[in-house]
């Protein structure tokens, strides 16, 4: 069964703090890893990430894959209360068009 | 700009109730879904479509069905409205398999059955 798991579940940070989202995953025939953002509604697109070793960076968030070890991470340095949010991490799995998503990771950032 | 819009962003209904939730996207894309979204179980997906006339089962459909008869809209419906289906749906658009994943997401509705 294929399977997305995301850590920490959720985690409170001050501003200016640097944090680390991890995604792991194990699904078949794997193709892409991608990460979203959720405030109060909609998700928003964040990255998406294909390749092995190669960083994709948007400003003070910054993710990478890891297709050996089945992990993702996502930076974020200098976090801002902006920044708390739901972060999704998901994966396409089975027809091409589905993604299994994790279970978010609850980031609050306070003053 | 991609744009997914729902018929409500809050609805509350009673329980046997017959419910419809309405999706429509602007961007003449093929494929839509339908997810709910709770606390600790993430989005898990209801049912999708790929074409117009065309849905599949996501990974959990049970007490829910689908519709849709033109490309831009996709309804989701509640035959008897339960309170374990109290929780906040979601809606996506996306363009056809091959091209690239990125879901794009409608804002949401909160639904509460009583």
């Known amino acids: 069964e294929d399977k997305v798991v995301q850590s920490p579940l959720s985690l409170v940070v001050h501003e200016g703090d640097t944090v680390t989202l991890n995604c792991s995953y194990e699904?078949?025939?794997?193709?892409?890893l991608l990460w979203y953002k959720q405030e109060k509604k909609a998700p928003t697109f964040l990255f998406m990430l294909?390749?092995?070793?190669i960083e994709k960076k948007s400003g003070r968030l910054s993710s990478i894959l890891d297709k050996k070890e089945l992990f993702s991470i996502l930076n974020i340095t200098a976090t801002q209360t902006g920044d708390s949010a739901v972060y999704l991490c998901?994966?396409?799995?089975?027809?091409?068009?589905?993604?299994?998503f994790g279970t978010g990771t609850r980031l609050q950032v306070t003053l | 700009d991609v744009k997914v819009t729902q018929s409500s962003r809050y609805l509350v209904k009673r329980t046997g109730e017959k419910v419809f939730l309405e999706c429509v996207q602007d961007?003449?894309?093929?494929?839509m879904f339908w997810y709910r979204q709770d606390p600790g179980l993430g989005l898990r997906l209801i049912y999708f479509?790929?074409?117009?006339?065309?849905?599949e089962k996501g990974d959990i459909p049970e007490g829910y069905s689908v519709s849709r008869e033109k490309k831009e809209r996709f309804s989701l419906i509640l035959e008897s409205a339960s309170t374990n289906q109290t929780s906040m749906y979601l809606c996506?658009?996306?363009?056809?398999?091959?091209?690239?994943?990125?879901?794009?997401f409608g804002p949401g509705t909160r639904l509460t059955v009583l």
């Open positions: 996506a658009s996306s363009p056809p398999a091959g091209h690239y994943n990125e879901q794009f």
């Open positions: 699904v078949t025939n794997f193709r892409s």
């Open positions: 294909t390749s092995s070793g």
């Open positions: 998901a994966v396409p799995t089975g027809t091409a068009s589905k993604l299994t």
């Open positions: 961007m003449d894309h093929e494929n």
């Open positions: 479509s790929y074409d117009v006339k065309m849905k």
